[in-house]
Every structure is written in structure tokens, then in C-alpha cells.
């Protein structure tokens, strides 16, 4: 009966050693998954979006049929293609 106690005892130890790492993986993922949200959401913030080109084709202050327009407009659409994974 001792013999069955300690070998359980090994075997509980063993267990809440593996259970401690595990814990840990798990942390470790949660804090990777965690800081990749954060990066994700910082680019979609600086991302060039249709309405930013909107904005900066607007500050040029010409008009839609000028060629700088029609220039900036294409090279902002390329750009907007190519972070899509179009490009």
C-alpha cells in the first residue's frame, strides 16, 4: 500500500510539473496572439484606405481631370493594390 501511495504521489508531482509548463505555453501563445492584435491593429491604422487618398487627392486642391490628379490618383490606387496583395 505504501509502494501504491508513493508511485501515486510521483505520479501527482509529475503531473503539476507538466501542468506548470503547459500554463506557461499557454501564456506565452496568449501574450504572442496578444501583441499581434495590437501590431494588426496598428497597421490597419496607417493603412492607405480610399478614403485617406480621397483625402490627400483633396489637399491637392486641382481638379479630378488636372494630370497631377489623375497621376497621384493612379499611383495611390497602386499602392492601395498592392498592400491588398494584388500588386
Same mark, same amino acid.
Given at each position: 500500500?505504501?509502494? +501504491?501511495?508513493?508511485?501515486?504521489?510521483?505520479?501527482?508531482? +509529475?503531473? +503539476?510539473?507538466?501542468?506548470?509548463?503547459?500554463?506557461?505555453?499557454?501564456?506565452?501563445?496568449?501574450?504572442?496572439?496578444?501583441?499581434?492584435? $495590437?501590431?494588426?491593429?496598428?497597421?490597419?491604422?496607417?493603412?492607405?484606405?480610399?478614403?485617406?487618398? *480621397? *483625402?490627400?487627392?483633396?489637399?491637392?486642391?486641382?481638379?479630378?481631370? *488636372?494630370?497631377?490628379? $489623375?497621376?497621384? $490618383?493612379?499611383?495611390?490606387?497602386?499602392?492601395? $493594390? +498592392?498592400?491588398?496583395?494584388?500588386?
Amino acid at each position: 500500500m505504501r509502494e +501504491e501511495v508513493e508511485r501515486l504521489n510521483r505520479k501527482c508531482n +509529475e503531473l +503539476e510539473t507538466e501542468l506548470a509548463n503547459v500554463k506557461t505555453e499557454r501564456d506565452d501563445y496568449a501574450a504572442t496572439v496578444d501583441e499581434f492584435i $495590437k501590431d494588426h491593429k496598428r497597421w490597419q491604422e496607417r493603412a492607405l484606405t480610399p478614403e485617406k487618398c *480621397s *483625402s490627400i487627392l483633396n489637399v491637392l486642391g486641382v481638379g479630378k481631370q *488636372s494630370p497631377q490628379y $489623375k497621376r497621384l $490618383k493612379a499611383i495611390l490606387d497602386q499602392f492601395i $493594390k +498592392e498592400a491588398q496583395g494584388h500588386g
